[in-house]
Every structure is written in structure tokens, then in C-alpha cells.
């Protein structure tokens, strides 16, 4: 039978077949490239098969590391969520429920996350956590997060999800931008700017669906400068270096003279919010929790979302 193989050779090949770059792999591993290497030779020794092709240029995953790689980043998920719920049961924390949610979620949901009340928990406490969406994902995988409010979540994942809400992407033009009047914006009114976008690593999905939008009507922005917060966003379409992407939420939150908010009229971009836990969440608390949740954002006139969710008997 085969010795159990160190969680860190593992690490070692889930990071590399992110970054398919022995350099990037060991800076973002902490350990120099010469040990990366030993790594992954001990690994494949171990295993007995080859998961990386490497030549001068690239590196590459071979259909057994694609397939190992898999495996591997599933049974670290799922040991990390071992200790995290092992650890919150040794605090006596049963009662304290923590939500994600990203920076720029849509205020009146975050408040309302805090606004349930349960009566089979009546000391239950809401402890708000923020973070990038991938994140959020990881968070909940991990059972370092109950529940999260996440737009655009990756496919796959295996989380359920109820979508709660839907808005335009918005756009924040100078006041004399020509599509200034319109009452919708399109990305083809914003051919000839330069484009303020939010760091891809807050949103990939959403940076990548702009970007997509742009090469459909042939358009190759002139620049392209990357932030992460509104108050940059909007410092810079003050100063004319160009147009800026952000939320419905965000931009009404930061309106000011000079600056005009509008929503774009892309389908394409319309941005989705979704309440997320895990597939296989068993806690009687984090589902009544988000059923709760989902009764108060829920109009009367749709369905019944909350039924979607597994509620254990």
C-alpha cells in the first residue's frame, strides 16, 4: 500500500498547476525554486507517474496531473474545513454565524444579513466578513464562512445558489463625455476612452466579461488603468485619465459634481447576486439562517427561493 503523500508535495502541485511557472509557483510557495523542484520530483517519484511536462518556455499539466491536481486541491479543501469546524465546536462558537460578502455588495443587503432573527437561535450573532469573490468561494469551502453574498460566482463550485438580485453594470463618465445625455450607456459609446477597471483579482469573472464585451464590438481600449477602490475610480475620471466600471451600489454611493453615473445597457454585463453556502452544509442554524434571509429579499410574487435550499430535517 502506498505511503500517505505529504500535504505539502500536494500544495506544492496545486500552486504550480495554477501558475504553470516554477518561478511564480515558488515566490507565491515561500520556498526557492531549486525546492519546488525536489518537490514535485518526489511527488511524481511517489506517485509513479509524470504530472508536469517542463521544457525551456512553458510548463505544462499531463492528463494524470490534471486529473491529480484535482483530487489533491479537494482533499486540502476539505481537511482545512475539518480543523476550522473542529476549532469553532472547541469555542463554544455554535451561536456565531459568519457571512461574506465583497466590498461593494449592495449596503441594504449586508444590513439586512444582520437583521435576521431566529427563534430556535435567539443568541445568534452575525459577524460580517469581507473579501474578494474567489475568496468569499474559498471561504465557504473551507466552513471559514456560513453563508455569502457573491456576484457572478464561479461555475462548479460546489455551493448552492440562490440568486437575490440583479443590476446593471454602471458606468462613471465625465460630465462632458458625449454619452453623458444617453439614458443607457453601451461599451460602444466608450470606444475611444481609456478605461479606469477594478483589479481583475476583486472580480476575474466580471473583469473578463468587460474585457469579452470590448472584443465583440472590436474594440481594444486605449488604456486600461487598474484600482481597487471607488474613491480612486472617481478621482481619476475627475482628472480625465478616463471612464469607469463599477456597481450599481458603488455608484451611487459616490456621486459627486463633475461625475455622471449611468447604467449600461449590456445583458451581458448585468450583474447577478447570489446567496451562497456549501452543497452539503448539514447545520440546521446556517440553513434556517438562509432561509430567513431569503424570505426578507425574496418579492412575495416569485417563488419560493428558500425551498431550494437543503434544509436538513
Not at 494524470?64 to 476539505?78: M, N
Not at 449596503?107 to 473579501?131: A, E, F, G
Not at 472617481?234 to 466600471?245: C, P, Y
Request: hydrophobic share 45%; net charge negative.
Amino acid at each position: 500500500m502506498r505511503s500517505t503523500i505529504d500535504s505539502r508535495l500536494q500544495l506544492a502541485a496545486i500552486v504550480l498547476a495554477e501558475e504553470l511557472h516554477y518561478g511564480r509557483a515558488a515566490q507565491k510557495l515561500h520556498i526557492a525554486v531549486s525546492t519546488l523542484s525536489k518537490q514535485i520530483a518526489l511527488l511524481e517519484e511517489k506517485l509513479g507517474m509524470i504530472l508536469f511536462v517542463r521544457n525551456s518556455k512553458v510548463v505544462e499539466l499531463t492528463d494524470a496531473g490534471r486529473a491529480y491536481v484535482e483530487e489533491a486541491r479537494a482533499s486540502l479543501l476539505h481537511a482545512e474545513r475539518a480543523v476550522n469546524v473542529a476549532r469553532a465546536a472547541n469555542d463554544g462558537q455554535e451561536h456565531i454565524l459568519t457571512a461574506g460578502h465583497t466590498p461593494y455588495t449592495d449596503p441594504t443587503l449586508k444590513l439586512m444579513l444582520l437583521s435576521i432573527h431566529l427563534p430556535l437561535y435567539p443568541n445568534i450573532r452575525v459577524q460580517l466578513h469581507s473579501d474578494f469573490a474567489f475568496d468569499l468561494v474559498h471561504g465557504l469551502l473551507t466552513a471559514e464562512l456560513d453563508v455569502a453574498l457573491i456576484a457572478w460566482p464561479p461555475e462548479g463550485a460546489a455551493l448552492t445558489l440562490v440568486e437575490i438580485a440583479q443590476a446593471p453594470l454602471y458606468v462613471a463618465l465625465p460630465e462632458w463625455h458625449p454619452a453623458s445625455g444617453l439614458e443607457q450607456v453601451m461599451v460602444s459609446d466608450l470606444a475611444n476612452d481609456q478605461w479606469i477597471l477594478f483589479n481583475k483579482r476583486i472580480h476575474p469573472l466580471l473583469y473578463d466579461a468587460i474585457l469579452e464585451r470590448a472584443r465583440v464590438y472590436g474594440i481594444t481600449p486605449k488604456e486600461i488603468h487598474h484600482i481597487v477602490t471607488a474613491e480612486e475610480a472617481v478621482r481619476l475620471v475627475l482628472e480625465h485619465a478616463g471612464i469607469a466600471f463599477m456597481s450599481k451600489a458603488v455608484a451611487i454611493s459616490n456621486q459627486q459634481a463633475g461625475v455622471v453615473m449611468k447604467p449600461l445597457g449590456e445583458e451581458q454585463l448585468l450583474i447577478k447576486t447570489y446567496l451562497a453556502l456549501r452543497a452539503n452544509e448539514s447545520s440546521r442554524m446556517v440553513n434556517e439562517f438562509a432561509r430567513a434571509f431569503l424570505r426578507k429579499c425574496t418579492p412575495p410574487s416569485e417563488p419560493d427561493s428558500q425551498m431550494k435550499l437543503p434544509i436538513p430535517d
